[in-house]
């Protein structure tokens, strides 16, 4: 089973306008993280933004932000104030608790989502 | 200060060669993961070390893939004999961890194989 499900394969948006990427996930774990990634088409991935399982505000960073529902297990994250610059594949990944319950195991992707904003 | 560094950016080679990718993690990290890329399977973690010891190398694909890290600034992930089915971008990833700190994963640019 999909662990983390991004049923956007493709989004456009207006520059300046905002706009939300999905993101659900699937875990029986109490503590995980929830992280986004910007792939631009120059192929480096770049950190977005992390939310924590226990946060109880959504983070922000700068304009982005993410919209964590937890009971519905999901983890979009809104973009605002689009730029072209955003134009970019991004990807949701979750980071769950080892069975040794250390909280490093390894980040599992989703499939990721490519923004095009239009001028 | 210097990010995650990937050598060699591209990398061309024929069937049955060895392959070597190299990685040195951002200084102070403890944690080093390898991932792989490619459109059918998208990323996937390939193994990651904390301190330098291997901890879950259960996404290696064979025995043709093999990785090390020999100290804290360092880590090669090694294909030999190479196939054409093993061309993807290699990622290398690095993340330290503080108490209550959201561990980071910081990606390095990434390895282009090509094989022929």
């Known amino acids: 089973a999909q662990k983390i499900t991004q049923t956007q394969p493709g989004m456009f948006v207006q520059e300046k306008e905002a706009v939300t990427l999905d993101c659900t996930y699937d875990t029986s774990d109490q503590s995980y993280g929830l992280f986004w990634y910007k792939q631009p088409s120059s192929g480096e991935m770049i950190f977005l933004i992390y939310?924590?399982?226990?946060?109880?505000q959504n983070a922000t960073e700068g304009r982005y932000s993410l919209n964590f529902q937890k009971a519905r297990k999901s983890a979009n994250l809104v973009i605002s104030a689009s730029q072209l610059g955003d134009s970019a594949m991004y990807f949701c990944a979750m980071r769950e608790t080892n069975a040794g319950g250390t909280s490093y195991g390894k980040l599992t992707f989703g499939q990721g989502t490519i923004l095009t904003v239009h001028p | 200060d210097a990010g995650v560094i990937q050598s060699p950016r591209h990398e061309v080679t024929e069937m049955g060669q060895e392959v070597t990718l190299r990685c040195k993690p951002i200084s102070g990290h403890d944690y080093l993961f390898w991932y792989r890329q490619t459109m059918m399977r998208g990323l996937e973690l390939l193994i990651y070390f904390n301190n330098n010891v291997p901890i879950d190398d259960s996404g290696m694909p064979e025995d043709r893939f093999s990785a090390k890290m020999p100290n804290a600034s360092f880590s090669t992930l090694k294909i030999q004999p190479s196939e054409p089915r093993d061309s993807a971008v290699y990622f290398c990833?690095?993340?330290?961890?503080?108490?209550?700190?959201?561990?980071?994963?910081?990606f390095g640019p990434g390895t282009r194989l090509l094989v022929l």
């Open positions: 990833a690095s993340s330290f961890v503080l108490a209550g700190d959201s561990e980071t994963q910081y």
């Open positions: 939310q924590g399982s226990y946060d109880e």
